[in-house]
T-cell receptor, first 112, second 113 residues
Framework: DAKTTQPPSMDCAEGRAANLPCNHSTISGNEYVYWYRQIHSQGPQYIIHGLKNNETNEMASLIITEDRKSSTLILPHATLRDTAVYYC?????????????FGDGTTLTVKP | GAGVSQTPSNKVTEKGKYVELRCDPISGHTALYWYRQSLGQGPEFLIYFQGTGAADDSGLPNDRFFAVRPEGSVSTLKIQRTERGDSAVYLCASANGPTVEQFFGPGTRLTVL
């Protein structure tokens, strides 16, 4: 799986949009971009994933650049409960390659 | 419905002892994963089951680590002759196939004294 690079930490004001960047310059054509987050003392939680089109769900939006070498996770109105470590992962999708390779993620701190 | 559960939530053992960590996946999920997470780091892949068989065990650090899933549901991670370096949170995740989102359990915190 391709390697990802994320800033180690970010701050965001409550109610503002949080934009979390991720670089995955070695991504291959069959790899999806996934985002998970991990709140303190809990297991990681799936947020969103995409291949090349922008995606949106009830939690967040995912913007993938046209060359697919980077992406941005957007939390449109951050709350204090969004404080967590956010992981960007790229995964090959076939029946025998299910593992996810996590980096150290970005620690997002939402401040009142 | 119930999520992924892991037992025990905490396990303290002495160096050299044997431990078993249990994972109950979401009912019907065919894929099951074990990860290990050290403080301040992201989860590190250990092993992946598709059904009863280990489809990828490339993350197991050495032969002291072994995992089984005999009936394609519950899985047990077994660690022999534990070492202080094995101390970590052991996470289990399940998925309805290998290509979709993984649902993680709360983890088992293993401390080897």
């Amino acid at each position: 799986d391709a390697k990802t690079t994320q800033p180690p930490s970010m701050d965001c004001a409550e109610g503002r949009a949080a934009n979390l960047p991720c670089n995955h310059s070695t991504i291959s054509g069959n790899e999806y971009v996934y985002w998970y987050r991990q709140i303190h003392s809990q297991g990681p939680q799936y947020i969103i994933h995409g291949l090349k089109n922008n995606e949106t769900n009830e939690m967040a939006s995912l913007i993938i650049t046209e060359d697919r070498k980077s992406s941005t996770l957007i939390l449109p109105h951050a709350t204090l409960r969004d404080t967590a470590v956010y992981y960007c992962i790229v995964r090959v999708l076939n029946t025998n390659a299910g593992k996810s390779t996590f980096g150290d993620g970005t620690t997002l701190t939402v401040k009142p | 419905g119930a999520g992924v559960s892991q037992t025990p939530s905490n396990k303290v053992t002495e160096k050299g002892k044997y431990v078993e960590l249990r994972c109950d996946p979401i009912s019907g999920h065919t894929a099951l994963y074990w990860y290990r997470q050290s403080l301040g780091q992201g989860p590190e892949f250990l092993i992946y089951f598709q059904g009863t068989g280990a489809a990828d065990d490339s993350g197991l650090p050495n032969d002291r680590f072994f995992a089984v899933r005999p009936e394609g549901s519950v899985s047990t991670l077994k660690i022999q002759r534990t070492e202080r370096g094995d101390s970590a949170v052991y996470l289990c995740a399940s998925a309805n196939g290998p290509t979709v989102e993984q649902f993680f359990g709360p983890g088992t915190r293993l401390t080897v004294l």
